[in-house]
């Protein structure tokens, strides 16, 4: 019996030291980040700026997989499921980890339980824009057109759950109109359409409309974040424009597996933090109208779990559902 007993223990503090030194060699081999959206949108660029960053400090690849659809539900479904080592990451945000959970009326994954938070990354803003087509320069022209016409105009969004659908139904909502929705597989997607004037409108991420707002190709009529955006000092709020309050922005952020091992996780998360603080970096997220943020995983949960009631409330009050 001691002699098993001895083997045992000998045993459990080889397996120890093994595990020990394979977490303290991570990443020795690819990690995936998974993106719940189309290449080029805001958290798909956030995080191929992020993957550079970690290749060149660990010499490792760090490849970024789209699996856009179902507000980003199937990406982080993904993640939630896969083998907790580190090796399979998630640019997950407000959609699928706050919203989802009270549009859908079950979820295969659980935001609070699934997962191990490791940072946010950034937070960005929608603007509402439309074709220049469109005989609107103003949002309360927009609403009045869609008084005049209700049900006539269409908004196109990057999926059920995401900033922009919500946005768009809050704003039905506050304006007391009725303008019918298109989903899309993401905001890239929706933006031909939407210069064509196939869709009227459409709060999509400031990353894709500025550019085209500044060719005369779209019609940029506010923004969705509380204050004004220094990629667009000149663009009005949608609370300017007539909606107090308003506010309806993304933010994404980087997690793993729940389970994962903490010093993976604090790898993470301290070259997460370091690379949102390089100038080179920084520089890159303002040309983008991204604001770093860079926190801790605590304070990250704690967005998760202050944000989620209060989303809430919002598509209860609108009577916003599945859908729209």
Same mark, same amino acid.
């Given at each position: ?5 001895n ?5 459990? =503090? ?6 020990a #030194? ?10 995936k980040?998974?993106?719940?959206? $189309?290449p ?35 990406? $982080? ?10 090796y ?11 919203? !989802? ?5 079950t979820?295969p994954?659980?935001?609070?339980? /699934?997962?191990?938070?490791i ?6 803003? !929608?603007?509402?824009a =439309?074709?220049p087509?469109?005989?609107?320069k103003?949002?309360?022209?927009? =609403? ?9 105009? #269409? ?15 809050l704003?039905?909502?506050?304006? %007391? ?9 993401? #905001? ?5 359409d939407?210069?064509?004037?196939? *869709? !009227?409108?459409?709060?999509? !991420?400031?990353v894709? =409309? ?13 923004i969705?974040s *509380? ?9 009005p709020?949608? @609370?300017? #424009? ?17 389970? $994962?091992?903490? /010093?993976?996780? /604090?790898k993470? %998360? ?18 983008l ?6 926190n801790?995983? @605590? ?11 209060e989303?809430?409330?919002? *598509? ?9």
């Amino acid at each position: 019996m001691k002699l098993a007993a001895n083997l045992f223990a000998a045993l459990a =503090v080889l397996l120890t030291a093994q595990t020990a #030194s394979a977490q303290s060699s991570y990443p020795n081999r690819p990690v995936k980040i998974l993106v719940g959206f $189309t290449p080029g949108t805001a958290p798909d660029l956030a995080a191929r700026i992020l993957a550079d960053r970690f290749a060149d400090v660990w010499g490792t690849a760090f490849v970024i997989e789209n699996i856009p659809g179902a507000g980003s539900n199937i990406a $982080t479904d993904r993640v939630a499921k896969a083998t907790a080592d580190g090796y399979t990451l998630l640019m997950g945000g407000n959609p699928s980890l706050v919203i !989802n959970p009270s549009l859908y009326a079950t979820l295969p994954f659980d935001p609070i339980k /699934d997962f191990a938070p490791i940072s946010q990354v950034f937070v960005a803003a !929608n603007v509402l824009a =439309v074709p220049p087509a469109l005989p609107v320069k103003t949002v309360a022209e927009l =609403v009045a057109l869609a008084k005049a016409e209700p049900g006539k105009l #269409s908004y196109g969004h990057a999926g059920v759950g995401t900033s922009q659908h919500l946005g768009a139904e809050l704003f039905k909502y506050r304006a %007391h109109v009725d303008i019918a929705a298109v989903a899309y597989r993401g #905001s890239t997607e929706l933006v031909p359409d939407l210069i064509a004037n196939r *869709i !009227n409108m459409s709060f999509a !991420n400031i990353v894709n =409309v500025m550019p085209l707002a500044r060719e005369g190709k779209l019609r940029a009529l506010a923004i969705t974040s *509380i204050k004004r955006s220094p990629l667009a000092p000149d663009l009005p709020t949608m @609370s300017e #424009s007539g909606f107090p309050g308003f506010e309806a922005v993304p933010w994404f952020g980087l997690l793993a597996p729940a389970g $994962t091992p903490t /010093d993976v996780l /604090d790898k993470l %998360h301290g070259e997460t933090v370091k690379a949102l603080a390089i100038p080179e970096v920084r520089k890159k997220f303002d040309a983008l109208g991204l604001e770093p943020i860079g926190n801790t995983p @605590s304070e990250f949960a704690a967005v998760i779990r202050k944000e989620t009631p209060e989303w809430a409330k919002v *598509i209860k009050d609108a009577g916003i559902k599945l859908g729209n």
